[in-house]
């Protein structure tokens, strides 16, 4: 008896602990694409693209998360190849595309655990990019079997900016781990689908509770 005393008076003496209700971060990682080509001379993947964004998540529950994030990505190129015919004859030309995507995102998390310092979460959402495009075409000369010479087609070229839009489904793995009772570091992996794996995205980041 005097023990159930005793921890309802301590009970009642210890603050509650406040769980937080939304969070504000700050992100900084390695964005990676996937573009098809009709001729893979190159890698069909841009690897070399830095990545910053901010985000803002509410809490439905202890667990239940919605997220919303934007960011961008720098800009990476690719070389392509195009094929086309000219007087009854194949040819080819190359290019280089510089690509660059920004990005908005909304999402469910589901957040494991409760305690203090550390938080695994597994989620999946929706994400909308904008994606721009500019390509260099290199000058175009078609060979001629027969006569043994190169026929100049066309000069050097470019076209863009052009801008697509394109929505795409994700999941993603993470963490949030606290440094203090509100301020925690944060990380993440994200993959997107859109007709199989279209891009991966590592995430690290600092955030505060409210």
Do not use: C
Not at 24 to 43: C, F, I, M, P, T
Not at 171 to 195: I, P, S
């Amino acid at each position: 008896m005097k023990a159930l005393l005793l921890v309802s008076l301590l009970s009642q003496a210890l603050p509650a602990i406040q769980l937080p209700r939304a969070d504000l971060h700050v992100s900084a990682g390695w964005q990676n694409l996937r573009k098809e080509q009709a001729y893979v001379y190159y890698d069909n993947w841009l690897n070399s693209i830095l990545y910053g964004g901010a985000g803002a998540g509410w809490y439905w529950t202890e667990h239940l998360k919605t997220q919303i994030d934007f960011g961008a990505g720098t800009r990476d190129h690719q070389f392509q190849t195009h094929a086309f015919v000219v007087d009854g004859q194949t040819a080819y030309t190359s290019s280089r595309a510089a690509i660059r995507e920004t990005n908005v995102s909304i999402g469910q998390q589901y957040q494991f655990f409760r305690n203090q310092w550390f938080h695994p979460h597994l989620g999946a959402g929706v994400e909308l990019a904008r994606e721009t495009v500019t390509e260099d075409f290199q000058p175009i000369y078609v060979f001629d079997s027969v006569t043994r010479t190169s026929t100049f087609v066309m000069p050097a070229a470019s076209d863009g900016p052009e801008h697509r839009f394109l929505t795409r489904g994700f999941a993603e793995g993470g963490f949030k781990a606290y440094m203090t009772r509100r301020a925690f570091f944060t990380g993440d992996m994200r993959v997107m689908f859109r007709g199989g794996v279209d891009e991966v995205l590592f995430r690290a980041g600092l955030g505060i509770d409210f």
